[in-house]
């Protein structure tokens, strides 16, 4: 049971506060896309061992939505920011490097 | 014989007596005891049979781990299966049976499997079971279920309450023995939030049974003291009979507190809760959970008298119980000694002491040597004599094939094959362990400990749980966790001297899985590994031998450690004898998981309070009272619950939805639909929004007119649908269905916030903030005008339109919109106003004949009309077009939520399922609900479905059967014939027609 806290409301809330909600910074295939490219946004998911990206819903709390950086091997939380975003913010990837400092973001 | 010796037992009050039953016999005990010492001073050794081969067995322990004494407690609502009779306190008029045996304790049938124990060997339930077929049902399940199971499961509801409980604590620290109360102390004084839990009802832990000198006080001075000043730390909770059972992510908790098990008064149902589940976050958990006493692994070792060393003194010294007058003590350690010394004092006779090792060279075989006890080295027990009890031992030499030496009469013996370390809570989060080659056992591996949100490690070990059994290493142990917990969380623990412990120095163990090494099949056959699941060397043996390598697999093909004691004996020894089988080392046959909870919880604790009507809320509409008052048959529709039909008295209920439904059409009804979901939308963005979300193009909708509209996932399937009401420019009112509305909510606040930020949009979800009514019929108008205060004519309100203003001084809107065919008005006024609406409607509508009518009538009038109910025709796989909405889907719009994914060619194919209407050849004939069309043969031979029945209802109005289905490429098969079997004699004919089955053009909503 994570311990998580929502950039927005800044509550630290106990994992059945909020609801997961797969994958962050998928980017959405619509019309015109080809059907690789929509087959992979529609099912092709990363399942790493490590450093993961997470999209979370402040669902019994102020209900919005942000993006957890997290490890799903030690369970730790680097941290977490507003979903609003196309790209890892740089204070995530700094929270991140810190920790691990081998690891480098996807291009 | 085990009996209640003259004096000791400092947990029991020898002037309170207390009286209970087992097994339907009235016994009694002192208050202090608990249902296993209570038993044992009764003279009552036998306390079970064992699971498979129903084998007389007694109590082994003296605490959690027991295995096998098992008891049924309490009766009918209270009844409880499967309780440890070593953790039950005693108290007056308790009631307790035993288990596993008929028709009684002492004379048991099921004994013949132990006869027959050649052929139940490990994995006997995948072996025997696969053939022949027929003798399941005859043999194999009746007689399974005759004699399987451990306890009976309870035939009466729980009467009891049960409750959860929220805490939070900087250092948690689990056990209270002499680590964890030092730990505790140390956090304590440190300025640390405290919360110390100890499952039983003492603190104290060993210290209680076992003299320990504490900076040259005694172990009761130092408890006392200790004991003393936690208290009266402010930041310090100490919580006795609250087991720690779980430990989970980022510090998270559960205790299992049982507050009323021990009392005699206590009322079910009544003031208090009987368990507390709690719930608990920490920063830092210590667990002092201590160690546990092996046993050893000779024949004849589960017959009742033969006891876990440690437990025979702890019955002596706490209750005052003695398993027997004549004690043989087997050992691999100097441990045991003081059991033989403890009963030595007590007045009791130890006629031998068998000690595997070679030398026993320590204070405590000297002690033990002093007091006169025989001590034969190199030596162990080649078997035990006795069926119900033990009546003597066999020794032998250790290190030979098991050749009688010697016969030695005795009533009781102790064993003890060394500790391990209590490492569940540790590990059930992920902390790691490593083999400690000396104390042969597995130990906690400081450095790699369950890590935290911060990547930090959140639990230590204490004491014995971290493999520091001897008093003199506990207590620096439990200093230094208590004061590093402190530590990392910020706090400046002391740095004064620690106290020091002193007990006798001990010499090594000898690590004995199988007693005597070389022991024969026959010997090996009669030593139990695994007692509650009847596990033996031989079976664990087998597994190997049949190819089962991975502890994980070995664990299933044999049971071993698969009880509800989940192997707490016996799992060290289990896979001992799994790597020497193996050829391998323990370490890396390496453990089975562990996994919460340490000892079975309650299901009521479980649930807590979310027990009947607090299960799930229930949803109800504003004029629910009026509903219930007056006949409605209740349905449950997603959270909420709606008359299905309002029954009048002497009718039948589908008398009464055909009487609701020609009402309607003939008259007026009214419908409550407040339950439909109402999401305002509003912003500059939102008709641009809207025709993301939708289907439709949602931004050609003029304000004050209403539109169908209909909402896809991105796979292209149909996911909810409604009547879009635009109300203003920039504001929108989205009807979503009964069930959808929180879904659809949730939906758009997704898109919204998570692809379409940039849209200046607001959502808000006012489903419960409007009551709604449906006035229906051709007397609707009629009926609304009589309330007064809008124009509703034809011209004032056209089809598909939406006013607002006041009807009877209630401010409304109504929107004319239609999902019976019938002219149809819907009127939402504020929920506080919904009752007042509903009783003026009814009784202004009393002269024209109003009826309520429910949700049954609604549906069948929907489909007499072909109109779709999302989950009949959808279920997730369905899009718009295969129900012939294609119209509602917009060519224009360039981008919607599924529209690439309804350009797929699957998506597109024409022989997909599609939605038609079906009239079966006798009208009087209603096709079951999912019944399945068949033509041809299918790739196996069977007759191939080729779509099935989603809506199937008997139409009043066109006094026949109707029907809709999803039919592959149905929407050219118009007029051919289906087939649809319904039982081996039974087949359905039906002609595939127009769903819409009732004006078809539409003329009696538009008038």
């Known amino acids: 049971m994570l311990r998580l806290t929502c950039p927005y409301c800044g509550v630290t809330g106990e994992e059945t506060e909020f609801h997961p909600g797969g994958e962050a910074h998928l980017t959405r295939s619509g019309p015109g896309a080809t059907d690789e490219a929509f087959r992979d946004y529609l099912f092709q998911r990363r399942n790493p061992r490590g450093v993961h990206f997470e999209r979370w819903h402040h669902q019994y709390g102020c209900g919005k939505w942000f993006h957890a950086a997290r490890c799903t091997l030690t369970l730790e939380v680097f941290g977490t920011y507003t979903a609003q975003t196309a790209v890892i913010p740089e204070h995530i990837i700094d929270a991140i490097q810190s920790r691990r400092p081998d690891w480098r973001p996807e291009a | ?1007």
Request: glycine share 10%.
């Open chain 2, 1 to 1007: 014989m085990s009996t209640r010796i003259k004096s000791g037992g400092r947990l029991i009050d020898r002037t309170r007596k207390v009286s209970f039953t087992f097994n339907g016999s009235r016994l009694s005990g002192f208050s202090g005891d608990t249902l296993a010492s209570a038993l044992l001073g009764s003279g009552q050794t036998l306390m079970g049979r064992s699971f498979k081969y129903h084998r007389p067995r007694g109590v082994v322990g003296a605490g959690s781990e027991e295995p096998n004494a098992l008891m049924g407690l309490g009766q009918g609502p209270t009844f409880e299966p499967n309780q440890r009779a070593t953790t039950a306190e005693l108290h007056d008029g308790l009631q307790a049976e035993s288990q596993n045996h008929w028709p009684s304790l002492s004379i048991d049938v099921g004994v013949v499997n132990a006869a027959l124990s050649r052929f139940f060997p490990a994995g006997f339930y995948y072996k025997t079971f696969m053939a022949p077929r027929a003798a399941w049902k005859h043999v194999f399940e009746p007689v399974i279920r005759k004699t399987a199971g451990l306890g009976k499961a309870p035939t009466e509801a729980d009467a009891d309450r049960y409750e959860h409980f929220y805490a939070y604590a900087d250092v948690l620290v689990i056990g209270a023995g002499m680590a964890g109360l030092q730990a505790a102390l140390e956090a304590g004084r440190a300025g640390a939030r405290v919360l110390l839990v100890e499952q039983t009802p003492h603190l104290g832990g060993r210290l209680l049974s076992d003299e320990v000198e504490i900076d040259e006080e005694t172990s009761d001075a130092w408890l006392s003291r200790t004991i003393a000043e936690l208290q009266a730390l402010p930041n310090v909770e100490i919580r006795t009979r609250l087991m720690g059972a779980g430990v989970y992510d980022h510090g998270y908790v559960t205790g299992y507190e049982r507050l009323t098990d021990h009392m005699s008064d206590h009322m079910p149902g009544g003031e208090g809760p009987r368990h507390r589940l709690w719930r608990i976050r920490a920063d830092r958990i210590v667990t002092a959970t201590g160690a546990m006493e092996r046993p050893l692994a000779f024949a004849g070792n589960d017959v009742p008298g033969v006891m876990l060393a440690a437990a025979l003194r702890d019955y002596v010294a706490l209750y005052g119980v003695t398993a027997g007058d004549r004690t043989v003590i087997v050992t691999n350690n100097d441990d045991a000694y003081r059991t033989a010394i403890a009963l030595k004092r007590a007045g009791l006779e130890v006629p031998v002491i068998l000690d595997t090792r070679d030398a026993a060279i320590g204070p405590l075989p000297r002690q033990a040597r002093d007091l006169g006890i025989r001590v034969e080295l190199g030596k162990g027990i080649a078997t035990v004599k006795g069926g119900k009890k033990v009546e003597a031992v066999e020794i032998c030499s250790q290190a030979g094939e098991g050749s009688v030496l010697e016969t030695i009469p005795c009533d009781a013996v102790a064993m003890s094959g060394g500790w391990s370390p209590v490492v569940h809570l540790w590990s059930h989060c992920g902390g790691k362990l490593v083999w400690d080659t000396d104390q042969s056992h597995f130990r906690p591996d400081p450095d790699r400990p369950p890590t935290g949100h911060d990547g930090a490690g959140f639990v230590l070990t204490a004491g014995a749980a971290s493999g520091a059994l001897h008093a003199a290493d506990t207590m620096p142990d439990a200093v230094a966790a208590g004061r590093r917990a402190a530590r990392e969380l910020g706090f400046t623990p002391s740095d004064t001297t620690a106290p020091t412990a002193n007990a006798e120095a001990e010499e090594p163990l000898q690590p004995v899985w199988m007693m005597p090494a070389g022991a024969s099949y026959k010997l090996r056959s009669k030593a139990f590994l695994d007692f509650q699941n009847d596990v033996k060397v031989s079976d664990v043996q087998l597994a190997a031998r049949e190819g089962f390598e991975s502890v994980e697999h070995a664990k299933r093909y044999t049971t071993l450690g698969m009880a509800t004691d989940q192997g707490k004996l016996s799992n060290i020894n289990g896979l001992a004898v799994l790597a020497d089988s193996l050829g391998t080392t323990i370490p890396q046959v390496g453990t089975t998981t562990f996994r919460p909870p340490y000892t079975p919880i309650s299901m009521g604790s479980i649930a807590g309070a979310a027990r009947g009507p607090l299960f799930k809320p229930l949803r109800k509409s504003p004029m629910d009272d009026w509903h219930d008052a007056n006949g409605a048959v209740w349905e449950p529709v997603a959270d909420w619950r709606r008359p299905y039909t309002y029954l009048r008295e002497g009718e039948a209920q589908h008398e009464a939805v055909h009487r609701e439904i020609r009402n309607t059409r003939g008259n007026v009804g009214v419908l409550d639909a407040s339950t439909l979901g109402k999401i305002v939308v509003q912003g500059p963005d939102a008709a641009k929004f809207l025709d993301l979300i939708y289907t439709n193009m949602m931004s050609s909708l003029k304000p004050g007119r209403c539109r169908y509209g209909l909402m896809c996932t991105e796979n292209g399937f149909l996911f909810d649908d409604g009547v879009v009401v635009r109300l203003a420019e920039d504001k929108f009112l989205c009807h979503t269905t009964s069930g959808g509305s929180d879904r659809v909510h949730a939906w758009m606040e997704e898109w919204l916030q998570t692809e379409w930020w940039a849209l200046d949009v607001y959502t808000a979800n006012v489903t419960e903030q409007y009551a709604q009514i449906a006035v229906v019929g051709p007397k609707a108008r009629q009926l609304l005008e009589s309330l007064g205060g809008m124009d509703l004519s034809r011209e004032g309100l056209s089809f598909m339109g939406m006013a607002e203003g006041d009807l009877a001084g209630i401010p409304a809107r109504v929107f004319r919109i239609s999902f019976s065919g019938e002219l149809s008005y819907e009127v939402a006024v504020p929920a506080c106003y919904g009752r007042a609406l509903w009783d003026l409607l009814m009784q202004h509508g009393a002269p024209l004949g109003v009826m309520p009518y429910g949700t049954e009538a609604l549906h069948v009038m929907r489909a007499e009309k072909g109109f779709i109910m999302i989950g009949d025709e959808t279920d997730g796989t369905v899009t718009p077009h295969d129900l012939a909405l294609g119209w509602a889907v917009s060519k224009k719009k360039q981008d919607f939520i599924g529209k690439r994914a309804l350009e797929r060619p699957d998506l597109i194919r024409p022989d997909r399922k599609q939605l038609v209407g079906l009239a079966t050849q006798d009208p009087a004939t209603v096709l079951p609900d999912g019944a399945h069309a068949v033509a041809g043969s299918n790739e196996y031979g069977g007759p191939k479905t080729i779509g099935h029945v989603t809506s199937t209802y008997y139409s009043p109005t066109l006094d026949r059967s109707i029907a809709m289905a999803l039919i592959e490429g149905g929407a050219n098969r118009m007029g051919e014939v289906l087939e649809f079997p319904v039982d081996s004699q039974t087949v359905i004919r039906a002609t595939i027609v127009d769903p819409v089955f009732y004006d078809k053009a539409g003329e009696r909503q538009d008038v």
